[in-house]
């Protein structure tokens, strides 16, 4: 069973070294400790993480707000954990923390060949804004970079 919950201020830096050892065993380039720690300290940015019973990170999203606007910067969920729901319900969550906030619009990117993400990303009512070439670096050496897709949901539009 995992308990999701909006991180606060204070306790968000502390959690970098947790979400670090996560990205790394997800991404061939992910953040490091200290992007990470200098990230979460930022006052616009969000955290929401689903925790085992041990208080063990399982998934988490990070988003940063600004006025009326908030970016997707990272969605992660251990392997153990996958296939379990719990990006869907960190992001539900998060969307229903930024609507009564005045949040009108919602971005993120996702490389174009991550299937299972953007399946996620168009339940959740995003739609595909625009198209970034050869954004990503390849995930298997030689081969060419992948686009990244702009992904836009706007809140405005939705009703609760």
């Known amino acids: 069973m995992a ?11 502390s959690l970098a070294p947790s979400l670090a050892n996560l990205e790394s065993a997800l991404w061939p380039n992910p953040w490091g400790v200290d992007s990470l720690r200098s990230t979460l300290a930022e006052p616009h ?10 208080g063990q990170v399982l998934s988490y999203c990070l ?3 600004v006025l009326d606007e908030a970016t997707v910067l990272q969605v992660g969920t251990s392997v153990k954990a996958q296939r379990r729901g719990l990006a869907h319900q960190l992001l539900l969550l998060a969307l ?4 009564p906030e005045g949040c009108l619009n919602v971005w993120l990117e996702v490389r174009a060949g991550n299937q299972a993400a953007i399946a996620l990303y168009r339940r959740l009512g995003f739609a595909v804004e625009s198209v ?9 050496a030689g081969t060419p970079n992948e686009d990244a897709l702009m ?10």
């Open 45 to 54: 940015t969000r955290l929401w993480v689903a925790e085992d019973d041990a």
């Open 63 to 65: 988003i940063q707000q």
């Open 3 to 13: 308990t999701c919950r909006l991180v606060s201020a204070t306790l968000r830096p």
């Open 132 to 140: 970034r070439k050869r954004y990503y670096p390849p995930l298997v």
């Open 96 to 99: 229903e923390t930024l609507r």
């Open 151 to 160: 992904m836009h949901l706007s809140l405005a539009a939705q009703t609760t």
